[in-house]
C-alpha cells in the first residue's frame, strides 16, 4: 500500500469524510495546522478520523510526530497538501522539492486574484512545482492559471460536504415539508432559510434591511448559526420594527440540512466566499437560492431566473426586489427547486474522494515510470 502524507488546515467535517475515502487506498499520516478558527462554531469541527488517525499540530507530541515525518520525507510516495499557501505548507513543499517527493495541491475557490509581490512569486513556483492541481470550482482554476500552472495538470472536482445518499433526486413534496415544519415547531406559510455563523461577512444586516423592504406576507426568515454579531442581529431587526424573522442557535450539520430541505428558499447575502458550500447544500436539498456576486458557488451553480438570484453585495433593494420576486410565485419555487437539484447531482463525497484517487494514482504511475 503507497504512503502518503496530508497536510490542511483545519479538520472540517467534509474535509475529514475525503481523508477517510482516500484512507481505503493508501496509508495515510494526516496533519491539521490548528483545531479551529474563528469563522465556525467549536463543535463544527471534526473530533476524529473514524477509519483513519489525524494530528493537529497544537500539541507538543503531534508537532514531534510532524517533525519525524517530515525529517524521513523520503518514506512517503507523495504528499498531498491542501491549504497551500500557510507558512507551515510552503516549507513542506519546498522540502518536496529538495528531496524530490511529487505532492498535490488544492483550491476550494477564490474572489480576487491578485498577482503581485513575493507571496505572488512564492505561490507561482509552488504551483508550478506541484505534480497536479486539485481545483474545486471554474474559479479555483483560474485561480491555478494566474499562477502558471498548466492547465492539463489541473483537475476539477466538484466540492461538497454531502454524502451521495444526502442528495435529494427531486425536492420533498408540500405535504413532506409541511411535516418537517410540525416536528420542528416552524410557521405556516412559506419558510425562507439564512445559515451561517453571526458575522458581518455573511451579510445578515443586509438581508435583514432587504426583509423590512420586501415585507413578505405570510413568511418568515429563520437565520441559523449563532455567533459574535447576534446582540447586534437582535438589534438591527428592533430598529427596522420587522416582523417574521426568527433567530435559531448553532446545529449540526444534519440538522441544518432537514431545515433546508423543509424550506422553500435559501439566502446568502455574503460580502465574500471563496466557494460557499451552503449554497451547494441548499440546491442539493431541493430549493432554490438567492445569493451575491461575491460567492463563487453561487455565480458557478446558480442560473438566475431558473434556480434562483444573484445580486449585487450590500444591496438590500436588490435583495429585496429577488425575496419579492421569489416568494409571489409558488409554483416558480417548486420549478426552481427541481432545477437546483439537477444541477448539484454529482456533487458528493464519494465524487470528490474518487476523483482525488484518480488524480492520485495517475501521479504515482507516472512517478513509478
Not at 450590500?314 to 437546483?340: K, Y
Amino acid at each position: 500500500m503507497k504512503k502518503i502524507l496530508v497536510f490542511s488546515s483545519f479538520p472540517a467535517p467534509y474535509r475529514v469524510d475525503v481523508f477517510r475515502h482516500l484512507a481505503r487506498y493508501y496509508d495515510m499520516d494526516v496533519f491539521f495546522y490548528y483545531r479551529k478558527d474563528s469563522q465556525r462554531h467549536a463543535d463544527w469541527y471534526a473530533k476524529s478520523g473514524d477509519g483513519f488517525t489525524f494530528y493537529v499540530l497544537d500539541q507538543e507530541p503531534a508537532q514531534a510526530k510532524y517533525r519525524d515525518c517530515v525529517k524521513h520525507l523520503k518514506q512517503y510516495d507523495l504528499v498531498l497538501v491542501y491549504d497551500f499557501t500557510s507558512s507551515q505548507a510552503v516549507k513542506l513543499q519546498a522540502q518536496c522539492v529538495l528531496h524530490r517527493i511529487p505532492y498535490v495541491i488544492n483550491c476550494d475557490g477564490a474572489v480576487d486574484i491578485r498577482r503581485s509581490g513575493w507571496k505572488a512569486f512564492v505561490k507561482t513556483r509552488l504551483v508550478r512545482h506541484a505534480a497536479k492541481c486539485l481545483a474545486g470550482c471554474e474559479r479555483a482554476k483560474e485561480y491555478f492559471l494566474a499562477y502558471g500552472a498548466k492547465e492539463e495538470n489541473i483537475v476539477l472536482h466538484n466540492f461538497t460536504t454531502l454524502h451521495e445518499e444526502q442528495v435529494l433526486p427531486h425536492p420533498l413534496t408540500p405535504e413532506q415539508k409541511s411535516e418537517i415544519r410540525r416536528q420542528y415547531g416552524l410557521a405556516e406559510g412559506k419558510c425562507v432559510l439564512a445559515v451561517g455563523q453571526f458575522v458581518v461577512r455573511k451579510g445578515f444586516f443586509t438581508l435583514i434591511d432587504a426583509w423590512a423592504e420586501a415585507q413578505p406576507e405570510n413568511a418568515t426568515l429563520y437565520l441559523i448559526g449563532g455567533g459574535p454579531e447576534e446582540q447586534a442581529i437582535r438589534d438591527r431587526i428592533g430598529e427596522r420594527g420587522v416582523r417574521g424573522i426568527e433567530l435559531l442557535p448553532f446545529m449540526p450539520p444534519e440538522q441544518v440540512y432537514t431545515y433546508m430541505k423543509a424550506a422553500d428558499l435559501f439566502v446568502l447575502l455574503t460580502v465574500e466566499d471563496i466557494w460557499g458550500l451552503v449554497i451547494v447544500e441548499a440546491m442539493s436539498a431541493g430549493i432554490p437560492v438567492i445569493t451575491t456576486d461575491r460567492c463563487t458557488a453561487g455565480n458557478e451553480l446558480v442560473v438566475p431566473g431558473e434556480s434562483g438570484y444573484i445580486v449585487p453585495i450590500q444591496d438590500a433593494p436588490a435583495a429585496a426586489a429577488a425575496l419579492r420576486t421569489a416568494l409571489a410565485d409558488e409554483g416558480w419555487l417548486r420549478r426552481a427547486g427541481e432545477v437546483a437539484c439537477r444541477r448539484v447531482q454529482h456533487y458528493t463525497i464519494e465524487d470528490v474522494g474518487e476523483s482525488h484517487h484518480a488524480v492520485l494514482e495517475g501521479v504515482l504511475q507516472n512517478r513509478k515510470k
